[in-house]
């Protein structure tokens, strides 16, 4: 067990017990201040790189090479849940290039380096078409460089696919939660897998040691990067477009609620902090974990963040959602969320999978059991889940890339 740890005792005991729980944040504040210029520049590089994007990935011509998930109403599930208002799904598993909410930090990330790569030897101003970096002698240049990444499966698919298309080498450490499919579809892209016996956190610490000896070598730190979570916060202005285009006011009587599945909190935190950057007040989020990796709200709910992890209340880190199997939280992510984040939900193996089913019942969507976390917010009693004006959005984080033969176990 942790030294010194304080929680609510009713909250310690589920915690223990794995039953699922709602926490609220009572930290959460009217009062913040953010970043506006780490998202304006994420945002300009991923405009910057559209040509290329839309080149080299031809799924995204009609998006004009931007990396963006559609924005679906859901009208049967909503017959079964809390909810009086409407019901969103964001589609990020049908995201291009690598089918996850990962396309957004990670490719950010990627892009970042590559940019930074060819300024420093003089190949590129930022004013030109970045269809250059397609080219050959820009590839040439850019294998002179390794990336090093650390993953449960998507954030390694997000890095890997990037990476080898623009040239760099690339390793990704994984850990025993990594699915097969993920590491073979990494390997046929050309990606080094290195496979861990341990769980995420032991993945990244191995990772970043290798980075460490070798020059020319950069990690990319799922745990402390401030460019994958610019990428993921960009998702906030695009959202802002969709809901505008759809006629969907978000105001003081038109509140926006948001459930987004949480594993080291980077990609859920960042698109926390975009949605605050576009609607203020008035959006609500919330995170979703399993009741075996409440990493995050253990995190927050003690204040200690990464100096505590879910083994020390004695749970197993286990979970079917490969993608949220965390047992230590991002260095950053939630001391940063402290005024923004409403709350944190638990869901165990046997909800996802009911989740999952009902899903695909109502809706014929199949996801990944990482992102039907997010469905769980429309079964618990939440302050909005009445209200009849409310906008409800389940952020579906990952799934088109999974192989039909394991989308059919889920909803079987
Ligand atoms: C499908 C899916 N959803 C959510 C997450 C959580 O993102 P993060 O670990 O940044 O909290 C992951 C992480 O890999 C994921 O694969």
Not at 45 to 54: G, K, S
Not at 95 to 110: D, Q, T, Y
Not at 150 to 170: D, E, H, Q, W
Not at 312 to 323: Q, V
Request: contains cysteine; charged residues 25%.
């Amino acid at each position: 067990m942790a030294k010194n740890f304080s929680l609510p005792p009713e909250l310690k005991d589920s915690l223990i017990a794995a039953s699922p729980v709602v926490w609220l944040n009572p930290q959460k504040s009217e009062s913040y201040s953010l970043d506006r210029a780490m998202i304006e520049e994420a945002e300009k590089r991923l405009i910057r790189f559209a040509p290329y994007i839309q080149r080299e990935f031809p799924e995204t011509l009609s998006l004009n090479g931007f990396i963006e998930s559609a924005l679906q109403p859901m009208l049967q599930l909503k017959e079964e849940t809390l909810i009086k208002g409407n019901i969103f799904i964001k589609r990020d598993d049908g995201l291009p290039i690598s089918g996850s909410i990962k396309a957004r930090g990670g490719i950010h990330e990627v892009l970042y380096l590559a940019e930074k790569v060819a300024l420093e030897h003089h190949l590129i101003s930022m004013e030109d078409d970045y269809s250059i970096f397609a080219k050959q002698r820009m590839k040439n240049i850019l294998s002179k460089y390794k990336i090093v990444v650390a993953s449960t499966g998507n954030l390694g698919l997000s890095i890997g696919i990037m990476s080898r298309k623009l040239g760099f080498n690339v390793i990704v450490h994984m850990s025993h939660d990594a699915k097969e499919w993920k590491k073979s579809m990494l390997r046929a892209v050309g990606a080094q897998v290195i496979e861990h016996a341990g769980d995420y956190s032991l993945a990244v610490a191995k990772g970043r040691e290798e980075a460490e000896r070798e020059v020319n070598s950069y990690f990319i730190d799922d745990e402390n990067s401030k460019h994958l979570f610019a990428g993921y916060a960009v998702a906030g202005r695009r959202l802002k477009k969709q809901l505008d285009e759809q006629g969907i006011k978000v105001d003081a009587n038109h509140p926006l609620c948001v459930y987004i599945p949480c594993g080291v909190g980077g990609g859920p935190g960042g698109v926390c902090y975009g949605l605050k950057e576009n609607f203020g007040e008035h959006v609500y989020c919330y995170f979703v974990e399993p009741t075996q990796s409440p990493c995050m709200l253990l995190g927050m709910a003690t204040g200690q963040h990464d100096q505590i992890s879910v083994y020390d209340l004695g749970l197993t880190n286990k979970t079917i959602a490969d993608g949220l199997a965390v047992g230590r939280p991002s260095s950053f992510a939630g001391k940063l969320l402290e005024p923004l984040l409403d709350g944190i939900l638990t869901v165990s193996d046997e909800e996802l999978i009911t989740y999952l089913k009902k899903l695909y019942q109502t809706e014929g969507i199949i996801i990944e059991p990482s992102a039907a976390a997010s469905i769980k917010g429309l079964f618990v009693s939440l302050p909005t889940s009445a209200n009849k004006e409310a906008t409800h959005i389940i952020w579906s984080t990952g799934g088109s890339m999974v192989p039909e033969e394991e989308q059919k176990s889920y909803i079987e």
